[in-house]
């Protein structure tokens, strides 16, 4: 079972930048696309960004799109959230998933592991 644990959160003034992390505890993380995603409070948990397992593919928000840049490094089972240009509506707790499945997708349902969370908050 795979197990993913996200770090890189904290507190940043507006038009700040911060860099999550998703690690992952297997290598089968390898072979399959993640996502990260967020919810605020009161809010429902919300698609942010999603990756192919090559890396290759890549999907964005609306929102973030331009500010925000997915990656991943197989060889460290780690995938990462670039954020630039941060917001205070980016305020949120963000968390990491991995779908057992072939194509990187927006909906949560879809994301069988998921991580813990960690939290993001934009100041303005």
């Known amino acids: 079972q795979v197990r993913l644990v996200e770090s890189g959160g904290g507190l940043v003034q507006a038009g700040g930048s911060l860099r999550l992390s998703c690690a992952a505890s297997?290598?089968?993380?390898?072979?399959?696309?993640m996502g990260w995603f967020r919810q605020a409070p009161g809010k429902e948990r919300e698609f942010v960004a999603a990756?192919?397992?090559?890396?290759?593919?890549?999907n964005y928000a609306d929102s973030v799109k331009g500010r925000f840049t997915v990656s991943r490094d197989n060889a460290k089972n780690t995938a990462y959230l670039q954020m630039n240009n941060l917001k205070p509506e980016d305020t949120a707790v963000y968390f990491c998933?991995?779908?057992?499945?072939?194509?990187?997708?927006?909906?949560?349902?879809?994301?069988?592991?998921w991580g813990q969370g960690t939290q993001v908050t934009v100041s303005s």
């Open positions: 998933a991995v779908r057992l499945g072939v194509h990187q997708v927006t909906s949560a349902r879809q994301y069988g592991y």
């Open positions: 297997e290598r089968t993380f390898n072979s399959y696309p």
């Open positions: 990756i192919g397992w090559t890396g290759d593919s890549t």
